[in-house]
């Protein structure tokens, strides 16, 4: 758990202290066992638990086995991750290669 | 409650998927290609949706076949509204499942790229509803907006590559629309994917009047129309003008139908037009056209006929009242059906819209005659060149129902000859009747020829054509020296003629009579010479009679004397006597 603590950006430092302290609710949506969605599940998995550890809550969905859920929950693009909470809600698409891009959507690195 | 479409010449070749859509299986010949993606793209505004969605509608309740609809633009709610005003009721279907709406919602906002992904959920997504519902067509509405939605366009474009493969390797017979591009005919190039079947929608204002149009740009494996057709919105759902346009091989009957007008059929071989044919009336103003199309409904009224009525100057009631000052009393077809009159401004709509709310009546009212009086108020702004096709279409509809139709049009002065005027139209008609005014001797008549008569034979001679409180007859105009007179001049010179021949009557009989006085004359002039031959010749026989008395009384004499002197009578004395 990284406090910082500096003066001045009040507001801002709130915002962060309560990301870091917040529970994450994150859903993975992937098709069937293709390529991209192994990817998708290593790569959010290896995420989690060095950033997340101990206050996240994933749930991999496997779309070809529940299809109806594609429309409830506008997935379009395979594989999707949502984050649901905290808000504001945001959608992550493809194998999550790319850490620091998501690290950002998280609200867990700071936009230098 | 499956309806068969028979449209006249399917060919052998693709299968199809019936649309439903008033005049587009006509000019496809049939539908869209079944179980293959139909691109139908088109500006904003155009229609695009509304033919999606009829097309789906009338797959699902009158062909058996149902289709999902998937919008990326507009949500489910909005497009159910929107779609009431055509009398479609989607929630009802999607209850019946047979339809199934889908709202593909994508924020740009929430969105974050991390590496490679694909399509697969919108394929999922897409599978299940058509899974669900046994769908036979489907409807990508604005797959576009996906471009605006996720940055990765080349992932998007493999992806929308294998979708379109996809709903083929399923046969589903889909309608993919898009918005038109500057360049190209969508904004992404998306008929580099769909190459089967494209439909382009157009909407243009002219003169102030909005009209959509479609055209069939590319149909692989199929003959189809390559015009533009008008198209309406209407209440009843899309209408897409014209209904048959593609062939002329129209029913031509030998039917022959009286104008209601004796004199007039006379001049057309005795018998009146052919049923289904088309009869074109010009003139210039009050030459009596719309008095002979009312005459011409009146009579397809009392032979128990249906007739419709197009009215572009006069009012339903102003028609009728003007028409009963001329004995033609219309008003009681009306109240008893067979009858109806449509009035209204020429500049209301465009021509096409016209020409579709005529089809949309006709069909409805099934009529035998129809009359558009006049067609020329229509044409007034619209070029010829647009006239043309559109008139040509309409009548072709109209033949094809063997309706007859009489259209009036005003002779707008302008060519040497009022022929000239109608050089456009005019040879679409198979009858052609020219109303004329002739102006001379202080007083205007009206007169009437047959121009033209396909298919019989008919009168070349000028008729004289009156309106009287009695109705309309036609009567013979004279025609003496070089010069044809009507009216009062007719009058004045028939009246001439007539003291003519009554004045030549009279100096005959003189003249007979002068002959048989002059022939008794004679008579009694030879009478009086034969008296005087006969009184003559008894003259003459006096004489001779009193020659010869005297003769012998000298004879005797000298005899005697003879006899008395005792000598003989000699040769001399006879002699003597004989001379």
Known sequence: MKKRARAGHSIQTFEKATAATAHYVLRLYVTGSTPNSNRAIANVRKICEEHLLGKYDLEVVDLSLHPTLAQGEQILAAPTLIKKLPLPLRRFIGDMSQTECILLGLDLRKVD | ?579
Request: hydrophobic share 40%; aromatic share 6%; with cysteine.
């Open chain 2, 1 to 579: 409650m499956e309806k068969t479409i028979q449209p006249t010449d399917v060919q052998p070749g693709i299968p199809k998927a019936p649309t439903g859509i008033e005049g587009l299986d006509e000019i496809t010949c049939g539908g869209l290609p079944a179980g293959r993606p139909t691109l139908v793209c088109g500006e904003a505004g155009c229609g695009k949706t509304m033919l999606a969605m009829e097309f789906l509608v009338r797959g699902a309740t009158e062909f058996g076949e149902p289709g999902v609809f998937m919008m990326f633009e507009e949500n489910a709610s909005d497009l159910t509204a929107n779609v009431r005003s055509l009398g479609f009721d989607l929630a009802k279907l999607e209850r019946k499942k047979q339809i199934r709406l889908d709202f593909v919602h994508i924020e740009r906002r929430e969105i974050q790229e991390t590496g490679e992904y694909d399509l697969e959920g919108l394929f999922i997504r897409l599978g299940h509803a058509i899974d669900t519902i046994g769908a036979k067509r489907v409807v990508l509405d604005t797959i576009e907006a996906l471009f605006a939605g996720l940055p990765n366009h080349a992932i998007l474009r493999s992806e929308l590559r294998r979708l379109f493969r996809w709903l083929k390797d399923r046969g589903m017979t889909a309608v993919i629309t898009g918005e038109r591009g500057e360049h190209s005919l969508t904004r992404f190039g998306l008929e580099e994917y769909v190459a089967d079947c494209v439909l382009v929608l157009d909407q243009r204002v002219q003169e102030q009047i909005s009209t959509r149009r479609l055209r069939v740009l590319k149909y692989r494996g199929s003959v189809h129309g390559t015009n533009e057709y008008p198209f309406l919105i209407g209440a009843r759902g899309l209408s897409v003008m014209p209904i048959t346009s593609l062939q002329l091989n129209h029913k031509a009957s030998a039917d022959r139908i009286l104008t209601g007008i004796v004199r007039l059929d006379e001049m057309l071989g005795g018998k009146g037009v052919y049923r289904g044919s088309s009869v074109l009336v010009t003139g210039s103003s009050g030459t009596g056209k719309s008095s002979l199309a009312a005459k011409f409904i009146d009579a397809a009224c009392r032979r128990g006929e249906r007739a419709l009525v197009f009215a572009y100057e006069e009012s339903p009631a102003q028609l009728l009242r003007n028409m009963r000052s001329i004995g033609i009393h219309l008003g009681p077809w009306v109240a008893k059906g067979l009858l109806q009159i449509h009035s209204s401004r020429p500049t209301m709509q465009g021509l096409e819209e016209h020409l579709v709310v005529m089809h949309d009546l006709v069909r409805a009212f099934q009529p035998s005659v129809m009359v558009v009086d006049p067609i020329s108020n229509l044409t007034l702004d619209s070029r010829e060149t647009e006239v043309k096709p559109m008139l040509m279409r309409l009548i072709d509809f109209l033949k094809q129902q063997q309706i007859t139709s009489l259209f009036t049009s005003l002779a707008i002065g302008g060519g040497p000859t009022p022929e000239d005027s109608q050089l456009g139209v005019s040879s679409l008609m198979d009858t052609w009747l020219l109303l004329r005014n002739v102006e001379f001797n202080g007083e205007r008549n009206r007169t009437i020829y047959v121009l033209k008569s396909r298919g019989m034979a008919h009168s070349n001679q000028v008729r004289e054509f009156i309106l009287s409180d009695k109705g309309i007859d036609l009567v013979d105009v004279y025609l003496g020296g070089d010069r044809v007179l009507t009216g009062t001049a007719r009058a004045a010179q028939e009246a001439q003629e007539r003291a003519a021949t009554e004045l030549r009557v009279r100096d005959h009989r003189r003249k007979v009579e002068q002959l048989t006085s002059k022939r008794r004359a004679i008579d009694a002039q030879i009478a009086a010479l034969h008296a005087q031959a006969e009184s003559e010749t008894a003259e003459v026989d006096f004489a001779i009679a009193q020659e010869t008395l005297q003769a012998e009384t000298s004879q005797s004499n000298i005899m005697a004397m003879a006899r008395m002197r005792g000598g003989r009578i000699g040769d001399n004395g006879r002699t003597k006597g004989k001379q």
